[in-house]
């Protein structure tokens, strides 16, 4: 098994900047593809960016693509996810998801969620 903990969401003004954290814990040794996914209310879950593991390789989804970067630090087994010129429609429940292989952008492929962290962009 596997566990994960989002941390680092809030409320920010357009245009600021918030960085998300998920440490994993458990049973991580093995390749995994990390994602970050998000929800807005009335909305499904959402592909945001993720991070192939053991080599580094990242994908974004073309609404975050040169505003977002995701991150992992092997040592402390936590991936980060830099959020910079926020805009309100960035407004959601932000997750970190652990899948074991490469990153895949949908949602059911992933065994592994984090309880969710809001972030909060106001106009």
């Known amino acids: 098994q596997v566990q994960l903990v989002e941390s680092g969401g809030g409320l920010v003004q357009t245009g600021g900047s918030l960085r998300l954290s998920c440490v994993l814990s458990?049973?991580?040794?093995?390749?995994?593809?990390m994602g970050w996914f998000r929800q807005a209310p009335g909305k499904e879950r959402e592909f945001v960016t993720g991070i192939n593991w053991s080599t580094g390789d990242t994908y974004y989804s073309d609404s975050v693509k040169g505003r977002f970067k995701i991150s992992r630090d092997n040592a402390k087994t936590t991936v980060y996810l830099q959020m910079n010129s926020l805009k309100p429609e960035d407004t959601a429940v932000y997750y970190c998801?652990?899948?074991?292989?490469?990153?895949?952008?949908?949602?059911?492929?992933?065994?592994?969620w984090g309880q969710g962290t809001q972030v909060t962009v106001s106009s």
């Open positions: 458990g049973r991580t040794s093995g390749s995994y593809g």
């Open positions: 998801a652990a899948k074991r292989g490469i990153v895949v952008q949908t949602t059911s492929r992933y065994d592994y």
